[in-house]
């Protein structure tokens, strides 16, 4: 079973449903729902969540130790899947985007997306807000990254980060995500717990520095 979620809004609608997958129309901020390959029966729709031009950080402190450090060929895979639809331009969910700048790695982001993968293992649960009630904006200053603009895609189930990029680009909002030009960097990180309903989550956080 796999699941995707993607952010940029401060909405969550929970639905139930036995076949769904999610896809988010991030201009209308409204979500579809249509019969898939993904078995979830208490399945949560979680909208857009983009964090923008960043006023006063949050009162959490600065924590920049990293979690384990991806190798060189997960980093280098990703970044060339995620850059080939943004240097080409894509057409996501009909909407065809514009080509943009590739972004680059950065270490902060990915220690961003490892622990909200990791809270989502441990906690249980799939959602943008962790249980301390923080979003992806809140999440990358407390990891040491000042930023400008910042945005989420979430995952989980999938055993591949291919799998997971493909099924991101496959969605509308997603495809958004990774092709808006607000974002210059990106990290990207995955957590196993087999305890947990999913056992794999994934993280991707896309942002532009101050």
Not at 39 to 58: F, S
Request: net charge positive; charged share 20%.
């Amino acid at each position: 079973m796999s699941k995707f979620g993607q952010g940029k809004t401060k909405s969550i609608a929970k639905l139930r449903s036995k076949w769904i997958i999610t896809c988010v129309m991030a201009v209308l901020l409204t979500a579809c729902v249509s019969n898939g390959q993904y078995d979830n029966k208490d399945g949560e729709v979680v909208l857009p969540d983009k964090a923008v031009e960043q006023v006063a950080p949050p009162v959490s402190k600065p924590s920049r130790r990293l979690g384990p450090e991806p190798t060189p060929g997960f980093k280098r895979k990703m970044l060339a899947a995620v850059n080939a639809a943004r240097v080409s331009g894509y057409t996501c969910g009909g909407r065809r985007m514009p080509a943009v700048a590739p972004v680059v790695w950065n270490a902060q982001l990915q220690q961003s997306a490892f622990g909200h993968s990791k809270n989502m293992a441990d906690g249980d649960y799939f959602n943008h807000r962790d249980k301390q009630g923080d979003r992806v904006g809140e999440r990358t200053y407390a990891a040491g990254y000042n930023w400008r603009a910042a945005g989420e895609n979430i995952a989980a189930g999938q055993l591949e980060a291919s799998v997971v990029i493909t099924g991101w680009l496959g969605s509308k909002g997603h495809c958004l995500n990774i092709m808006d030009a607000d974002y210059t960097e990106m990290g990207m990180a995955s957590y196993t717990n087999n305890s947990s309903y999913y056992s794999i989550y994934w993280t991707q956080v896309l942002a532009t520095p101050l």
